[in-house]
């Protein structure tokens, strides 16, 4: 069973910048791929960022330049470098995984609780 605990949300003011992690427990091959995404009020889930299991990464366009993702393997967690914050970037942010070893697979089996993030001005 894998599960998945954020943290690292809060409040920033504007042109700042948090740090997300996201703890995975289980088996590592069951979080081969990993993301993050993030859902304003009022609005629907949207993938920010996506680690691949060959350590690949893409990134939304409106997130580009300003966030970064990476993995720490030994760990097996994931984090959200997130710079130069917006108001915009207001949202709870939720980690997502799955094993991804089947090529038909299209969305993430495990996602965590989230973490908010509130950007302010």
């Known amino acids: 069973q894998v599960q998945l605990v954020e943290s690292g949300g809060g409040s920033v003011q504007t042109g700042g910048s948090l740090r997300l992690s996201c703890a995975a427990s289980g088996d590592s091959w069951s979080t081969s791929c990993m993301a993050w995404y993030r859902q304003a009020t009022g609005k629907e889930r949207d993938v920010v960022a996506e680690f691949d299991s060959d350590g690949s990464t893409t990134y939304s366009e409106d997130v580009k330049g300003r966030f970064a993702i990476s993995k720490d393997y030994a760990k097996n967690t994931l984090y959200l470098q997130m710079n130069n914050l917006k108001a915009e970037d207001t949202a709870m942010y939720y980690c997502?995984?799955?094993?991804?070893?089947?090529?038909?697979?299209?969305?993430?089996?495990?996602w965590g609780q989230g973490t908010q993030v509130t950007v302010s001005s």
């Open positions: 997502a995984a799955d094993p991804c070893n089947d090529p038909t697979w299209s969305e993430y089996t495990y």
